[in-house]
């Protein structure tokens, strides 16, 4: 497609369940990242890969987090032991990977742990 | 670290309106700085940016001067319409990062 997709739109799970989260970024884009929004507050940064570089770890708040981006394409955000607090929009972004460039955004995957 | 925080919304204006949200920053280099909006059901997308000081951002009528004195990158725009109902996130980029750090977003409505 022509932009970032994500799936899915939207997740509702139970408490201690795991959650996997897709992205497709945008073709030829070799940066993708992952962020964090919750109600109220800002974007927080998860986790960045940039081509075959080891991927910037520094945002993912806990080791219940984990991402991988396979053929430097598509990524997987997984949650294990889902939380109350991970309730968030997570977002993924793509970019050409330059400095200053612009970050393309899908629409989220809206989380919601029961 | 680098950080940034904008005003705090919500934000309620009138057609035709003057619209301002306030960006400051604090950044260890010489960042870029952005400004994202989200328009309702749709993702983020860049509206402007301005690589170094002095530099006016502009798009869809809305500007913003990176001032270095201030630190800052007040988003601008004269007359608002009831299409800019969004909500406007200011970022910035560190030359040697490619992370952006978001400010905290404003939601904005426009009234008819």
């Known amino acids: 497609g022509a932009g970032v997709s994500q799936s899915p739109s939207n997740k509702v799970t139970e408490k201690g369940k795991d959650v996997e989260l897709r992205c497709d970024p945008i073709s030829g884009h070799t940066a993708l990242y992952w962020y964090r929004q919750s109600l109220g507050q800002g974007l927080e940064f998860l986790i960045y890969f940039q081509g075959n570089s080891a991927p910037d770890k520094s945002g993912l708040p806990s080791d219940r987090f984990s991402a991988e981006r396979t053929g430097g394409s598509v990524s997987t955000l997984t949650i294990q032991r889902t939380q109350q607090e991970d309730s968030a929009v997570y977002l993924c972004a793509s970019s050409s990977g330059q400095a200053s460039g612009e970050l393309f955004f899908g629409e989220g995957s809206r989380l919601t742990v029961l | 670290g680098n950080s940034v925080t904008q005003m705090e919304g919500p934000v309620t204006l009138s057609e035709e309106a003057f619209l301002t949200i306030n960006c400051t920053y604090t950044a260890t280099g010489y960042p870029s700085l952005f400004w994202y909006v989200q328009y309702p059901g749709e993702g983020l997308q860049l509206l402007l940016k301005a690589t170094k000081a002095d530099d006016k951002g502009s798009n869809k009528g809305f500007e913003a001067t990176y001032r270095k004195e201030t630190t800052s990158f007040h988003l601008e725009k004269g007359s608002v319409q009831v299409s800019d109902s969004a909500v406007y996130f200011c970022?910035?980029?560190?030359?040697?990062?490619?992370?952006?750090?978001f400010g905290a977003g404003t939601t904005v409505t426009v009234r008819a």
């Open positions: 970022a910035l980029s560190d030359p040697n990062d490619y992370k952006l750090s």
